[in-house]
């Protein structure tokens, strides 16, 4: 279905704007940093950033490295009164010169547990 398996660095097919169902970027280093944690006992935060350096294909190598810089922010309020229900937003950052810069944002409440 022209979707790559593994690793969302490398681009699927199906984002080719030529209609081929090639592949154009599959020569990859990236660096990746992860952290989370409570900043009080009831609201929890996560933050991830991934850098990284696509040089094209061994075929078909880029004349120029392409940098990419992905990063995103979430934070997550549980409080025990609220019985298994938490709200969550999301702030997301995709700059770089393989596919533009993106911005994205989500809100979200979840139930975890029993439903009645």
């Not at 022209?2 to 280093?29: A, K, Q, W």
Request: glycine share 12%.
């Amino acid at each position: 279905y022209g979707m790559m398996l593994g690793t969302p660095l490398v681009t699927s097919c199906i984002y080719n704007s030529n209609n081929r169902f090639d592949m154009y970027n599959s020569r990859v280093e990236a660096f990746h940093l992860g952290i989370s944690g409570n900043l009080f006992c009831d609201l929890v935060y996560k933050i991830k950033l991934t850098r990284s350096h696509n040089w094209g294909t061994y075929d078909k190598p880029f004349k120029d490295v392409k940098g990419c810089l992905s990063a995103l922010v979430e934070v997550s309020y549980a409080p025990e009164w609220a019985k298994g229900f938490s709200v969550s937003g999301a702030f997301a950052v995709d700059d770089g010169e393989l596919y533009g810069n993106n911005r994205g944002v989500m809100f979200g409440i979840q139930k975890s547990g029993k439903i009645f």
